[in-house]
């Protein structure tokens, strides 16, 4: 479908916390490359909303749980017939491998930045509204007032520690939204219902819309079965569920 918005929903909190990283990851390399003192702000407060996320629960153990998952996963389909030999061996060869480089990392995850002092003292006044003013943080002050050059390579540096992080979750979204062709689906009157495998675990939902629908998906998904509703703007109230069909495409992504 061209020009469509896809809307994701995860179905697990292993997912939630994968795709939040993603979201983390991507507005942070977004703004890195930015000259300005603001796109250098933004880019340090998403690293500290990365450590953040990092410092809850056990990643790793996660992420190697998910590898070696998707790893069984995929040794099931080898014997199936019209299954690509090649392409399916290169993919359990990046699993491994991925598997492989978690487990020699033995430090947690963005240790180095923990131990940053300058990224040490701007999370500590996170919780403060407003907290990383410059009388606040004379330190973060100068450091922004360094040349953009200085700034954007401390801060590729700053990244480019949680590569073994960012790479195996990259790849792990990758390979499960690739798991599913998107297919065509009508919602009557603004509503699906469907009902979902327990022998087989959703992973991830997407949705995909036309840009020109004028309509958002709201969807609740538990492990039988899982509802859209699509709801129309309103400018400064609460949106309300369409009486029209929609069409859309739906991924149900079970790996």
């Not at 909303?49 to 389909?77: P, V």
Request: with cysteine.
């Amino acid at each position: 479908m061209e020009n469509a918005i896809i809307y994701e929903q995860p179905l697990n909190e292993r997912m939630r916390t994968f795709l939040r990283l993603e979201h983390l990851f991507r507005q942070t390399s977004y703004s890195l490359g930015g000259f300005s003192v603001w796109d250098s702000r933004h880019s340090v407060f998403g690293l500290i909303q990365i450590l953040e996320l990092l410092s809850r629960g056990d990643l790793k153990n996660e992420i190697l749980k998910e590898l070696e998952r998707l790893q069984t996963s995929l040794i099931a389909l080898q014997d199936l017939p019209g299954v690509d030999q090649q392409q399916l061996g290169s993919v359990l060869h990046q699993l491994q491998q991925a598997e492989s480089e978690v487990h020699e990392h033995t430090s947690p995850f963005g240790q180095s930045l923990r131990e940053n002092e300058l990224l040490t003292s701007i999370r500590q006044r996170t919780s403060i509204v407003g907290g990383d003013c410059n009388f606040d943080l004379p330190g973060y002050h100068y450091w922004l007032s360094q040349d953009p050059e200085k700034r954007i390579a401390d801060l590729e540096g700053w990244l480019a520690t949680l590569d073994p992080v960012i790479q195996p979750v990259s790849m792990i979204l990758a390979i499960l939204r690739e798991s599913s062709d998107a297919q065509p689906t009508v919602a009557e009157q603004g509503f699906h219902q469907q009902s979902l495998d327990p022998a087989q675990p959703v992973q991830l939902l997407r949705i995909h819309l036309p840009q020109a629908a004028d309509v958002f998906p709201e969807i609740s998904a538990g492990k039988h079965r899982f509802s859209v509703r699509f709801l129309h703007p309103r400018q400064d109230e609460r949106p309300v569920q369409t009486d029209r069909d929609i069409e859309f495409h739906l991924s149900v992504c079970a790996l």
